[in-house]
Each structure stands twice: as C-alpha cells, then as structure tokens.
C-alpha cells in the first residue's frame, strides 16, 4: 500500500472536522440552557435571521411592505443554537481548508526552491564543462602547433610525417 497518497494530516482534518460537530451539538445544548448564551449570542443572529428569510421570501411572493413579527424566545433560541453550531462546523472547516491549503503552498515552494537549486547546479556544471572544453581545445591547438613548427624529416621517414599531419588536422 502507498504510504503518500493518502497523508496523515488530511486524515487529521477529517477527524478534526468529524470531532467538530459533536462539539458543535454540546456548544447548542449549553446556547439552550443559559441565560447570557440564550439573550446575547443565540437571539440577535436568530432574529435578523429570521427578518432576512422572511422579508426575502415576501419580496419574492410580492408583498412589500408587509411587518415581520419577530420569533417568539424559545423558537428563536433554537434558531440560535442551530446557526451557532452551524457556524462553527463551517468555520472549523474553513480553518481546515487554510490550512491545508498553506501547507501545500510550503510544500510547492519547497519543491520549486529545489527545482531553482537543480538549474542552478546543472548550469554551474555546464559552465564548468564549456571551461573545460575551452582549455582542451586551447592544448590541443598548442600541441597541433608544435606538432607543425618541427622540421620535416628526409624522405625516408615521409609517410610518419604525413600520418603526424593528419592526426594533428
């Protein structure tokens, strides 16, 4: 089995984002039972809710100045407690996400600076390789000259001197 096609922290998001909504169903029952959670947290975002959904929906049947009578407390507590624990399970899936998505950022630039440092070396060795070349070619050309500038021997010895003329061309 292929140990990199499945990683450890997207595994670690899934349960984390799984683990969120246990939490999300606690954090409702404890919104339900006190006072403070219930009148400052749960209602406001319950009520303009409920006012934004119910005046869409008259816009949309073609009343227009009709009146909204607001949610009654325990309706609008329940209203409360579910966006709250909605809003969460979303927001915690949200931080998943970022932060999935700046480790893949760390991970392509990593790779990317490697890439940069490949090039980088292979050109250096290119460059070095042309020196190379150069400096060979400049002590071949100074072995062809010297090869060239010696007397020529008698006619005995001209076809070493003709087989000497070709190698060095």
């Not at 749960?42 to 975002?45: D, F, G």
């Not at 998505?101 to 991970?107: D, E, I, V």
């Given at each position: 089995m292929v140990v990199g096609a499945f990683p450890i922290a997207k595994l670690l998001y899934l349960g984390v984002k799984q683990l969120s909504k246990p939490v999300a169903n606690r954090i409702k029952a404890g919104a339900r039972r006190s006072e403070f959670f219930k009148n400052y947290i749960?209602?406001?975002?319950a009520q303009l809710y409920h006012w934004i959904e119910m005046r869409t929906k008259m816009r949309i049947m073609g009343?227009?100045?009709a009146t909204i009578k607001p949610l009654n407390e325990d309706a609008a507590a329940e209203l409360g407690a579910e966006l709250l624990g909605e809003a969460l399970v979303f927001l915690i899936g949200g931080?998943?996400?970022?932060?999935?998505?700046?480790?893949?950022?760390?991970?392509?630039q990593r790779k990317e600076e490697e890439l940069n440092a490949t090039i980088t070396n292979l050109q250096t060795q290119i460059a070095e390789l042309a020196l190379t070349t150069e400096t060979l070619d400049a002590q071949l050309r100074e072995v062809n000259r010297q090869l060239v500038s010696f007397p020529r021997p008698s006619k005995k010895g001209q076809e070493q001197d003709i087989t000497c003329t070709k190698v060095a061309q």
């Open positions: 749960c209602l406001p975002p009343f227009r100045g931080g998943c996400m970022v932060l999935e998505y700046s480790r893949q950022a760390t991970n392509s």
